[in-house]
């Protein structure tokens, strides 16, 4: 997998930045004399142009405008706007409650007819209980501290995977083991969302592969969390923010990956299994 999960931003960036670099250049200034005309330190303009601060809109103008490149202006701020949205910390698309982020996924849904969806800590979004969400994202709210409407985006959450019952879908769900050793919440909504999983693994658009723990010479080591919606887009889950993967060969790159991690799992009488063997862990008693 590549180094970052991040790389398709960090290239939209880096691509914003050598086009003002070449704007200042053809103006024949200096990062010095830009900055002095901009009214901004010049460290300020070495940040824009190494890409490590991304330009504002304003930014974009007074560049463009100070280096007589008006035509460029509104391709750039586009430019700039769509590499940002490729990055998104969640703090920032929290801010008003964890009800609205749920929401905000509603037309995506819809419009994918394949959901890929690999996890090695978490129960997929897609088949998640109401209490188990809850527990989970109240933990989310706490540590991005922003309000806690936790039960409220729970409700948002599960209403939103009702597109599992719906035609024209399908879904292939792959997870390690340990997901159903990870406890969220007290006993009784843990073992809620086992029994899920094992109704669940039996819709007929829904494939569930769990990765065993004891897989021996694994082809591929523990992923990130990702999903991959048809062959257009990947979003990749870290801690501080949802990475947005649209370069097609990185695209190919996750695609090859939940391939791979796919061939590992065990489905049907076996995946079902383990989840048993999960549930009776939960009172102490394991085949």
């Given amino acids: 997998m590549p180094n970052s999960p991040s790389s398709s931003a960090q290239a939209a960036r880096e691509a914003v930045a050598a086009r003002l670099r070449g704007i200042r250049k053809s103006a024949g200034l200096t990062v010095v004399e830009l900055a002095s005309r901009c009214g901004w330190h010049h460290a300020k303009t070495s940040r824009i142009e190494h890409a490590k601060t991304p330009p504002s809109p304003t930014d974009i103008r007074l560049w463009c405008g100070h280096c ?10 586009a430019a700039s706007l769509n590499a940002e949205s490729l990055y998104r910390e969640w703090r920032q698309r929290t801010k008003q409650g964890l009800r609205q982020l ?10 994918t007819r394949l959901f890929r969806v690999y996890s090695p800590t978490l129960v997929p979004g897609l088949l998640q209980t109401e209490g188990y ?10 540590l991005l501290d922003v309000p806690n409407d936790a039960e409220d985006a729970a409700r948002a959450r ?14 292939l769900l792959v997870v390690e083991e340990g997901v159903l050793r990870y406890q969220l919440g007290d006993r009784a909504a843990m073992a809620a969302q ?13 494939s569930l592969g769990i990765i065993p723990a004891n897989t021996p010479e694994r082809a591929l080591w523990p992923q990130e969390l990702f999903h991959v919606y048809d062959d257009t887009l ?16 990185e695209i190919a790159l ?3 990956a939940f391939e791979q991690l796919r061939s590992m799992a065990v489905y049907g ?8 063997r999960a549930i009776g862990a939960l009172d102490g008693v394991e085949a």
């Fill in 102 to 111: 749920q929401d905000s996924y509603l037309d995506l849904y819809r419009a």
């Fill in 133 to 142: 969400a809850k527990a989970l994202l109240s933990a989310n709210a706490e």
């Fill in 234 to 249: 990947v979003s990749v889950e870290l801690l501080s923010a949802q990475v947005n993967v649209t370069q097609p060969s």
């Fill in 158 to 171: 599960v209403e939103r995977s009702s597109i599992i019952h719906q035609a024209g879908h399908r879904f």
């Fill in 269 to 276: 009488a076996a995946a079902r299994a383990l989840i048993t």
């Fill in 68 to 77: 007589e490149a008006h035509e460029q202006i509104d391709d750039l701020i």
């Fill in 254 to 256: 996750y695609l090859r």
């Fill in 194 to 206: 086992l029994g899920h999983l094992l109704t669940a693994g039996a819709m007929p658009a829904v």
